[in-house]
């Protein structure tokens, strides 16, 4: 198969890439030390129609094939991985379950505004006692009359408390189907009595995207708000990550590129025993594994975005996900820990980016699906017998 971007793809890569270095690299040191959530941008990038990427039209979208979104991510990435993954999850956790499974009344009702980036939602999987192990959500959904009465709570939950977030759909026990679990997903909106966006988390990276525990307590919505068929969340979640786990493949792979380009700088310009530090094979060869790392990954992106795009779905499009996510997430780790390496004692001051590279670098081997998940559905996928 042939990778190679059309034309269109990189005119609108070049689009973002302008869009990322001028709106966001001029202020992205500051927001990092603040922690400041840049309201005003991601409003500017609803206005590029980054968020309506992959929408229909009909609900102000642009219908561009799931490629231009990793473009987008990628390019943001490259600048800043938390304004990346602020689009990432607008679009893959907060936008795709309404458009993929939502009735006709619900998207009219809720995508317009987060197509638009006017507003922001999230996607409350993860809990105290569930993460990788989402089977065992504890979080309760009762219904009562004609109303949803939800109660439990959800954690390391990505555009949940804005103040632009509009919503949050969660997965919730229903009942008991054969036995197990009956897990659906139901959208509950900002402003339901009993639900709670508590104090966002003080993190290791990612210190600018908007991240919050929630809380529901007697939380009720609407019947209307469970979001496609009941007792069907946690398949939904799954065909959802598939998306994602390509989406944070991009996001990876821009941090790749990223070290790569300040390692080349940086090798020119640094002056030890006589001449720049890219001189020494000990640093070239350091360099040299980087842009293998970017050209693998983005062989890897690019493939399993490909085959999104061209329609090929089950367990061919799940482990090339799969394997993408993985490899470049492990990549990103290693190239921002080389990266520090190349800066030296540089490397470790937050004046030089890679030192806000190398915080924000650990989460892609956690989040839509830990690294040793990712093997797990690759072995499983091989055939393996594996638990």
Not at 88 to 104: D, M, Y
Not at 318 to 330: F, N
């Amino acid at each position: 198969m042939d990778f190679e971007l059309s034309r269109e793809h990189e005119d609108f890569r070049h689009v973002v890439r302008s869009f990322a270095r001028e709106r966001i690299a001029p202020h992205v040191a500051q927001w990092d030390k603040d922690h400041h959530f840049p309201v005003d941008v991601v409003r500017a990038m609803g206005d590029l129609g980054l968020f309506g990427l992959t929408a229909p039209e009909e609900y102000g979208g642009s219908g561009a094939d799931f490629t231009s979104l990793c473009l987008a991510i990628e390019e943001l990435g490259r600048v800043d991985q938390s304004m990346g993954i602020t689009l990432e999850a607008g679009v893959g956790l907060g936008i795709n379950p309404i458009q993929t499974f939502g009735t006709a009344e619900q998207k009219e009702r809720w995508l317009p505004d987060l197509v638009a980036g006017r507003a922001l939602a999230g996607f409350g999987l993860t809990e105290p006692g569930a993460g990788s192990d989402a089977g065992a959500t504890a979080t309760k959904a009762v219904l009562d009359g004609d109303e949803w009465v939800v109660d439990g709570a959800k954690q390391f939950i990505t555009n949940s408390g804005s103040e632009i977030t509009s919503l949050v759909t969660v997965t919730a026990r229903t009942g008991t189907r054969d036995g197990r679990p009956e897990i659906s997903a139901i959208v509950v909106p900002v402003g339901t009595p009993g639900f709670v966006a508590e104090p966002g988390y003080d993190k290791l990276g990612w210190h600018i995207s908007d991240t919050h525990p929630l809380t529901f307590t007697g939380a009720r919505v609407p019947a209307d708000h469970l979001l496609g068929e009941r007792g069907r969340g946690y398949a939904q979640f799954l065909a959802t990550l598939d998306d994602g786990r390509v989406a944070i493949s991009a996001l990876a792979l821009g941090l790749i590129e990223a070290c790569l380009e300040e390692c080349l700088k940086y090798a020119g310009e640094r002056q030890t025993f006589g001449g720049p530090i890219g001189r020494k094979q000990g640093v070239a060869f350091q360099i040299a594994d980087l842009k293998v790392m970017a050209d693998a990954s983005r062989a890897l992106t690019y493939q399993a975005a490909a085959m999104k795009d061209a329609g090929i779905t089950g367990q061919r499009f799940k482990q090339a996900a799969s394997v993408a996510k993985l490899y470049t997430s492990e990549a990103a780790v290693t190239a921002t820990r080389v990266a520090t390496q190349v800066f030296g004692g540089y490397g470790f001051m937050e004046e030089y980016p890679v030192a806000r590279f190398y915080r924000d670098a650990k989460i892609l081997e956690i989040g839509e699906g830990t690294s040793e998940v990712q093997r797990m559905l690759i072995a499983r996928s091989l055939g393996l017998p594996v638990e």
